[in-house]
């Protein structure tokens, strides 16, 4: 793992010798959530676009402070549900009243009180992971290589720090920009992503 | 991130906080709404040439919605205690004075079941319903406690205990109000609790007595809940429509927020599903056992008409609001939400209707006159109910003063707690 | 770091109730990386606590010998147990019921707590519902044995087998399949989900080659990214509103297995209500008495605090309550309804052959909770233990009370006929309690203990100012 520099006048120096690193992008760091939220308020006007933010746990607010738009997966998840829904039903009647009939302690064939159970815990079985699945899908995950694992100081990412991270593979990039906008962000420390 | 400013605890009495002479006009259309409901009803009552018998149904079943009401608010009080709520302060001293008009349903109730009681319950001596052979063995096991002495006892219990327990909280919130003591809502928070358990008791042996009876061969063990459910979801409706109807009229405009209706649309929508949850426990056991001695009481409601009734009720009491209340946009649009607060309430009554109609006659579901005699009877009612809660808040603050979460209320952020 | 700013005087005793104020939830002027330091010292620590590992022996010796009894069991046939007609249903069936009642309070402390927006939970979400997932482990083991020709148990399931004859859905056994199988799933997917930001806190503090690459590939490449928080959030509030019912459905069909027959003293429509509120009970009441010995073995008092135990003696009153309201309505309604069997079955269970079960269970149901109306007994350690541990028997009782005191006698005098547990039932109950420990000692070690992330977002350092 490449070690990342402390300050971005030092980051034309090679962290590892004989190549040259390839930069990555811009890593702020911050003491406080309230410090972030006025960070990403900013980066969010600059009209940035390849951009993140980074914090221990979800800080209220950030997502209006970056302009994040609502998920959709909520829409997803009631397509899944209903699907299940109609499964169960299908399937008890497929089953039990036309495929093989057969009678039970009287009831009718198809004996819908009897089926609402059944379709009850499909629908939620289906909704559950499509829930689980469908996070997953959305935040692309997993993904074990993304440029600010290569900061030593982003495992506090997970503990008590907070980040702002600008990513180089922004086809708008512009690095001396990036650079102005890191340093305006009154981040506690400024880093430079290369590796 | 929203800015908003949020009022602060001492301006919430300048934020039109008294009805201030509105009240007048609230028990004045009240009045009229219970003077033309009474003589409607009576009418049609009379009209329908069976000794007023269908007019004392109707009476039960105009007492029951409002009674749903009231003892629904009785409930929301207590459990915000006995849970140390904040949120829900704003809204409270609207269903305090909601509750506070049990004396009032109680006078009525009894009324109902001391003058009318011979036609109501057929297990009454004096009853006129010709009984099977084997119903009168069962109802003759229970007289000690189907008679008409002990059951008007019963109702008395009830309505003192819950009269007590509603003016009991309403008190010490008007205490409060002017003293600001916080070892008062200590207090009810000590009391709150054992007050549930004492609320359980009698709500569900009201259930049975006033609704259950009504059928004195049949039982069931789940159904103090079903009522339970029934109240908490209308009650939550009609204290959502009178927060906007309130605010509509220019009081407490900044006080309430959408953050407040947006919860009262979600426990809508919770106990919309409870209620499903319950009913079907209850329809699901009895389908499946198939035992006679209690499917014959959905035997009658799924023949003579009654079955279209049933229908109406799981398609309106359950799958409609369930569907139409999942969506988080449409808790939080007050137009929307208000479609549903009425609802909710008209499909209750459904339901009411659905548990006593078919014991005054499981034929005649086609007789329009039992629907509006029905109707008139629960506008007698409701007009009572509006016009003795309006009374009670006569130069009292609709929204208690000096609570001390108060302020905790008026920030309240549903989405970002 | 900020300090907390409350005053530490009161922060002390965070079980002191002012309605001007809502207590401290982390206690010992903690900061965001000290409470990560406390959380994670349990899987970091070198050398686990002697206790633990003593405690781990002990229980994975229980667990082989459980499946050991499974192996003899499954070779033997099910006549090794105690079942004979008319009680077709006795340990069996009460072991199965009462583990799966345990789980549904990591539900109720997950989903339902989350969305009443009760932030307490947050110290004891993650272990309850490990609880859960382990609890539904060893509950599922008990039917699957008792279906006897265990290679057989396909056929419950919609797959097409040999005979071409589908699964009967009429069957409330049937809904049972289906109901267990997505609770375990949805509950494994909701902790799974919870976890992973954590598991990604303790890769990024990981030394070891091995804790580093396991770690890591656990917390499938995590990195707080808010974008990913958002939809993370609205996934996991969904969960917890689908979870929610679920936790109704299920012990409700597990109700219906007995409520859907005729038999007098299983027939009634209070029961899934009347479950769901027992299993949440029990539930909570083996959530105090893990947590308990948890904190103090692990140091862990500053996160689950004396207000946390005492919110859980109060559910536990309040549950209990309910339950005691079941079984007086069922009294009165057997009275009430007039019929002579019902009321027979209910003169039995409390008179009858089995009373002594009964009266345990009453007195470890009802009468044993009402000490949480004080409290002093909702705040001291051993009442709390002690209740709890006398809950968690008495919901034990409960089944057994509800299953073979109906079963023993049903309608017909000359097929009665009495239960007695052979040495394989008693065995299979106490073994299956060393596999559920066994997997819970694991899950503390190796696993974040207390849902890190969620914990911040309550921490007074996380608000937001302006």
Same mark, same amino acid.
């Given at each position: 793992?490449?070690?990342?520099?402390?300050?971005?006048?030092?980051?034309?120096?090679?962290?590892?010798?004989?190549?040259?690193?390839?930069?990555?992008?811009?890593?702020?760091?911050?003491?406080n959530p309230t410090?972030l939220v006025?960070?990403?308020?900013?980066?969010?006007?600059?009209?940035?676009?390849?951009?993140?933010a980074h914090c221990p746990f979800p800080v209220h607010g950030l997502d209006?402070?970056?302009?994040?738009?609502?998920?959709?997966?909520?829409?997803?998840?009631?397509?899944?549900?209903?699907?299940?829904?109609?499964?169960?039903?299908?399937?008890?009647?497929?089953?039990?009243?036309?495929?093989?009939?057969?009678?039970?302690?009287?009831?009718?064939?198809?004996?819908?009180?009897?089926?609402?159970?059944?379709?009850?815990?499909?629908?939620?079985?289906?909704?559950?992971?499509?829930?689980?699945?469908?996070?997953?899908?959305?935040?692309?995950?997993?993904?074990?290589?993304?440029?600010?694992?290569?900061?030593?100081?982003?495992?506090?990412a997970t503990t008590d720090?907070f980040?702002?991270?600008?990513?180089?593979?922004?086809?708008?990039?512009?690095?001396?920009?990036?650079?102005?906008?890191?340093?305006?962000?009154?981040?506690?420390?400024?880093?430079?992503?290369?590796? | 991130?929203?800015?908003?400013?949020?009022?602060?605890?001492?301006?919430?009495?300048?934020?039109?906080?008294?009805?201030?002479?509105?009240?007048?006009?609230?028990?004045?259309?009240?009045?009229?709404?219970?003077?033309?409901?009474?003589?409607?009803?009576?009418?049609?009552?009379?009209?329908?040439?069976?000794?007023?018998?269908?007019?004392?149904?109707?009476?039960?079943?105009?007492?029951?919605?409002?009674?749903?009401?009231?003892?629904?608010?009785?409930?929301?009080?207590?459990?915000?205690?006995?849970?140390?709520?904040?949120?829900?302060?704003?809204?409270?001293?609207?269903?305090?004075?909601?509750?506070?008009?049990?004396?009032?349903?109680?006078?009525?109730?009894?009324?109902?079941?001391?003058?009318?009681?011979?036609?109501?319950?057929?297990?009454?001596?004096?009853?006129?319903?010709?009984?099977?052979?084997?119903?009168?063995?069962?109802?003759?096991?229970?007289?000690?406690?189907?008679?008409?002495?002990?059951?008007?006892?019963?109702?008395?219990?009830?309505?003192?205990?819950?009269?007590?327990?509603?003016?009991?909280?309403?008190?010490?919130?008007?205490?409060?109000?002017?003293?600001?003591?916080?070892?008062?809502?200590?207090?009810?928070?000590?009391?709150?609790?054992?007050?549930?358990?004492?609320?359980?008791?009698?709500?569900?042996?009201?259930?049975?007595?006033?609704?259950?009876?009504?059928?004195?061969?049949?039982?069931?063990?789940?159904?103090?809940?079903?009522?339970?459910?029934?109240?908490?979801?209308?009650?939550?409706?009609?204290?959502?429509?009178?927060?906007?109807?309130?605010?509509?009229?220019?009081?407490?405009?900044?006080?309430?927020?959408?953050?407040?209706?947006?919860?009262?649309?979600?426990?809508?929508?919770?106990?919309?599903?409870?209620?499903?949850?319950?009913?079907?426990?209850?329809?699901?056991?009895?389908?499946?056992?198939?035992?006679?001695?209690?499917?014959?009481?959905?035997?009658?409601?799924?023949?003579?008409?009654?079955?279209?009734?049933?229908?109406?009720?799981?398609?309106?009491?359950?799958?409609?609001?369930?569907?139409?209340?999942?969506?988080?946009?449409?808790?939080?649009?007050?137009?929307?939400?208000?479609?549903?607060?009425?609802?909710?309430?008209?499909?209750?009554?459904?339901?009411?209707?659905?548990?006593?109609?078919?014991?005054?006659?499981?034929?005649?579901?086609?007789?329009?006159?039992?629907?509006?005699?029905?109707?008139?009877?629960?506008?007698?009612?409701?007009?009572?109910?509006?016009?003795?809660?309006?009374?009670?808040?006569?130069?009292?603050?609709?929204?208690?003063?000096?609570?001390?979460?108060?302020?905790?209320?008026?920030?309240?952020d549903?989405i970002k707690v | 770091?900020?300090?907390i700013?409350?005053?530490?005087?009161?922060?002390?005793?965070?079980?002191?109730?002012?309605?001007?104020?809502r207590?401290q939830l982390v206690?010992?002027?903690h900061d965001f990386?000290?409470m990560t330091?406390?959380v994670?010292?349990?899987?970091?620590?070198?050398?686990?606590?002697?206790?633990?590992?003593?405690?781990?022996?002990?229980?994975?010796?229980?667990?082989?010998?459980?499946?050991?009894?499974?192996?003899?069991?499954?070779?033997?046939?099910?006549?090794?147990?105690?079942?004979?007609?008319?009680?077709?249903?006795?340990?069996?069936?009460?072991?199965?019921?009462?583990?799966?009642?345990?789980?549904?309070?990591?539900?109720?402390?997950s989903?339902?707590l989350y969305?009443?927006r009760q932030r307490w939970r947050t110290s004891i979400n993650r272990?309850?519902?490990?609880?859960?997932?382990?609890?539904?482990?060893?509950?599922?083991?008990?039917?699957?044995?008792?279906?006897?020709?265990?290679?057989?148990?396909?056929?419950?399931?919609?797959?097409?087998?040999?005979?071409?004859?589908?699964?009967?859905?009429?069957?409330?056994?049937?809904?049972?399949?289906?109901?267990?199988?997505?609770?375990?799933?949805?509950?494994?997917?909701?902790?799974?989900m919870g976890?992973i930001p954590d598991?990604?806190t303790?890769?990024?503090?990981?030394?070891?080659?091995?804790?580093?690459?396991?770690?890591?590939?656990?917390?499938?490449?995590?990195?707080g990214?808010m974008?990913h928080w958002q939809?993370y959030e609205k996934?996991y509030l969904?969960?917890a509103?689908?979870?929610?019912?679920?936790?109704?459905?299920?012990?409700?069909?597990?109700?219906?297995?007995?409520?859907?027959?005729?038999?007098?003293?299983?027939?009634?429509?209070?029961? %899934?209500?009347?479950?769901?509120? #027992?299993?949440? $009970? @029990?539930?909570?009441?083996?959530?105090? !008495? =893990?947590?308990?010995?948890?904190?103090?073995?692990?140091?862990?008092?500053?996160i689950?605090?004396?207000?946390?135990?005492?919110?859980?003696?109060?559910?536990?009153?309040?549950?209990?309550?309910?339950?005691?309201?079941?079984?007086?309505?069922?009294?009165?309604?057997?009275?009430?309804?007039?019929?002579?069997?019902?009321?027979?079955?209910?003169?039995?269970?409390?008179?009858?052959?089995?009373?002594?079960?009964?009266?345990?269970?009453?007195?470890?149901?009802?009468?044993?909770?009402?000490?949480?109306?004080?409290?002093?007994?909702?705040?001291?350690?051993?009442?709390?233990?002690?209740?709890?541990?006398?809950?968690?028997?008495?919901?034990?009782?409960?089944?057994?009370?509800?299953?073979?005191?109906?079963?023993?006698?049903?309608?017909?005098?000359?097929?009665?006929?009495?239960?007695? %547990?052979?040495?394989?039932?008693? #065995?299979?109950? $106490? @073994?299956?309690?060393?596999?559920?420990? !066994? =997997?819970?000692?694991?899950?503390?070690?190796?696993?974040p203990?207390i849902a890190m992330a969620e914990i911040r977002g309550v921490m007074p350092q996380a608000e937001v100012?302006?």
């Amino acid at each position: 793992m490449a070690t990342a520099s402390k300050n971005p006048q030092a980051s034309t120096a090679a962290a590892v010798p004989g190549a040259e690193p390839q930069y990555l992008g811009y890593l702020v760091e911050f003491e406080n959530p309230t410090a972030l939220v006025h960070a990403a308020e900013k980066v969010r006007d600059s009209g940035y676009k390849n951009w993140d933010a980074h914090c221990p746990f979800p800080v209220h607010g950030l997502d209006h402070a970056m302009g994040l738009r609502e998920p959709i997966l909520p829409w997803i998840v009631l397509g899944a549900g209903l699907t299940g829904l109609g499964l169960a039903l299908l399937m008890q009647w497929w089953m039990n009243a036309y495929d093989y009939p057969l009678i039970v302690s009287g009831k009718p064939f198809w004996s819908i009180p009897a089926n609402i159970p059944v379709m009850f815990e499909m629908t939620v079985l289906f909704s559950g992971i499509t829930l689980f699945f469908g996070m997953l899908f959305f935040n692309r995950l997993p993904q074990y290589y993304h440029p600010v694992f290569h900061s030593e100081r982003f495992k506090r990412a997970t503990t008590d720090r907070f980040f702002i991270s600008l990513l180089a593979d922004d086809p708008k990039f512009n690095r001396e920009k990036a650079r102005q906008l890191a340093e305006s962000l009154h981040g506690s420390n400024v880093e430079v992503l290369e590796g | 991130m929203a800015h908003q400013t949020y009022l602060k605890p001492e301006q919430v009495k300048d934020d039109k906080a008294f009805l201030g002479g509105k009240e007048g006009q609230i028990m004045g259309i009240g009045a009229v709404a219970a003077v033309a409901g009474l003589a409607g009803a009576l009418g049609l009552g009379a009209s329908m040439g069976d000794g007023l018998r269908g007019f004392w149904f109707a009476w039960l079943q105009g007492c029951f919605l409002w009674l749903s009401v009231a003892l629904g608010a009785l409930f929301f009080i207590m459990v915000i205690y006995a849970a140390r709520g904040g949120w829900n302060v704003v809204v409270r001293r609207i269903a305090e004075y909601f509750a506070a008009t049990l004396p009032v349903l109680g006078v009525l109730v009894l009324a109902g079941v001391v003058i009318g009681g011979a036609q109501l319950y057929s297990w009454h001596p004096g009853s006129s319903v010709e009984l099977e052979h084997h119903a009168q063995i069962l109802i003759g096991r229970k007289e000690a406690w189907l008679n008409p002495a002990f059951f008007a006892i019963r109702i008395v219990g009830y309505f003192a205990i819950w009269g007590f327990l509603a003016w009991y909280f309403l008190g010490n919130s008007l205490k409060q109000d002017s003293t600001g003591d916080v070892t008062l809502t200590k207090r009810m928070w000590t009391t709150s609790a054992p007050g549930l358990v004492v609320f359980a008791l009698t709500l569900t042996l009201a259930a049975f007595d006033l609704l259950m009876s009504l059928a004195p061969t049949w039982f069931s063990t789940i159904f103090g809940v079903y009522v339970f459910a029934g109240c908490v979801s209308s009650f939550m409706s009609i204290l959502c429509l009178t927060a906007i109807y309130l605010q509509g009229q220019g009081f407490l405009r900044r006080s309430i927020t959408m953050e407040h209706y947006h919860d009262l649309g979600k426990l809508m929508f919770a106990f919309t599903f409870f209620w499903g949850y319950i009913a079907f426990s209850q329809y699901m056991l009895t389908w499946y056992a198939n035992m006679p001695e209690e499917t014959f009481w959905y035997m009658f409601r799924q023949e003579g008409g009654w079955e279209n009734w049933s229908w109406l009720l799981l398609i309106g009491k359950f799958i409609i609001p369930f569907a139409f209340l999942l969506n988080r946009r449409l808790k939080r649009n007050k137009l929307t939400l208000t479609f549903a607060a009425l609802w909710i309430p008209v499909f209750h009554w459904v339901d009411l209707y659905y548990v006593i109609m078919p014991n005054y006659s499981p034929e005649k579901i086609t007789d329009g006159r039992m629907l509006f005699t029905a109707i008139c009877a629960t506008v007698f009612v409701g007009g009572v109910f509006f016009a003795s809660a309006a009374a009670i808040a006569r130069g009292k603050a609709i929204i208690p003063l000096k609570d001390p979460r108060l302020g905790e209320s008026l920030r309240f952020d549903n989405i970002k707690v | 770091m900020s300090a907390i700013p409350a005053n530490n005087q009161r922060a002390l005793d965070n079980t002191v109730e002012d309605p001007a104020s809502r207590p401290q939830l982390v206690l010992g002027n903690h900061d965001f990386a000290s409470m990560t330091d406390v959380v994670c010292r349990v899987i970091e620590a070198p050398n686990p606590p002697k206790i633990w590992t003593t405690a781990l022996i002990i229980s994975s010796l229980v667990a082989v010998f459980f499946f050991s009894l499974v192996a003899y069991l499954i070779t033997k046939g099910i006549g090794v147990w105690g079942n004979n007609n008319p009680v077709g249903w006795a340990f069996d069936i009460t072991n199965f019921v009462f583990w799966i009642g345990i789980g549904h309070a990591g539900t109720l402390i997950s989903a339902i707590l989350y969305l009443l927006r009760q932030r307490w939970r947050t110290s004891i979400n993650r272990s309850a519902e490990a609880m859960t997932i382990f609890a539904v482990v060893c509950a599922g083991l008990f039917p699957l044995i008792h279906v006897g020709r265990i290679w057989l148990v396909y056929w419950m399931f919609p797959i097409p087998n040999q005979e071409w004859v589908w699964p009967q859905f009429r069957s409330p056994l049937l809904w049972d399949v289906f109901a267990i199988s997505t609770y375990f799933l949805v509950s494994l997917l909701f902790w799974s989900m919870g976890l992973i930001p954590d598991v990604a806190t303790v890769r990024d503090r990981a030394k070891g080659y091995w804790q580093k690459l396991i770690y890591g590939i656990l917390a499938l490449g995590w990195r707080g990214s808010m974008r990913h928080w958002q939809v993370y959030e609205k996934a996991y509030l969904l969960l917890a509103a689908f979870s929610t019912p679920l936790v109704l459905s299920v012990h409700s069909v597990v109700s219906f297995d007995f409520a859907t027959a005729q038999l007098p003293g299983w027939h009634t429509t209070i029961f %899934p209500p009347y479950f769901v509120a #027992g299993a949440i $009970f @029990g539930g909570f009441a083996m959530v105090v !008495t =893990l947590l308990i010995p948890a904190r103090k073995i692990f140091g862990l008092e500053d996160i689950i605090t004396m207000h946390h135990l005492e919110n859980c003696a109060k559910v536990i009153l309040a549950t209990g309550m309910m339950v005691g309201y079941a079984y007086a309505t069922e009294m009165f309604i057997a009275w009430y309804s007039g019929n002579l069997v019902e009321q027979f079955t209910f003169l039995n269970r409390a008179m009858g052959p089995y009373a002594w079960a009964y009266w345990i269970m009453i007195f470890c149901n009802v009468a044993s909770p009402q000490l949480f109306w004080w409290k002093k007994f909702r705040t001291s350690i051993w009442s709390l233990m002690v209740v709890a541990i006398f809950v968690d028997i008495g919901m034990w009782f409960e089944r057994f009370v509800i299953i073979v005191s109906s079963l023993n006698r049903d309608w017909m005098p000359s097929s009665w006929a009495p239960f007695v %547990p052979t040495w394989v039932d008693l #065995g299979m109950l $106490f @073994g299956s309690m060393g596999l559920f420990m !066994t =997997l819970f000692l694991l899950f503390c070690r190796f696993l974040p203990l207390i849902a890190m992330a969620e914990i911040r977002g309550v921490m007074p350092q996380a608000e937001v100012r302006h």
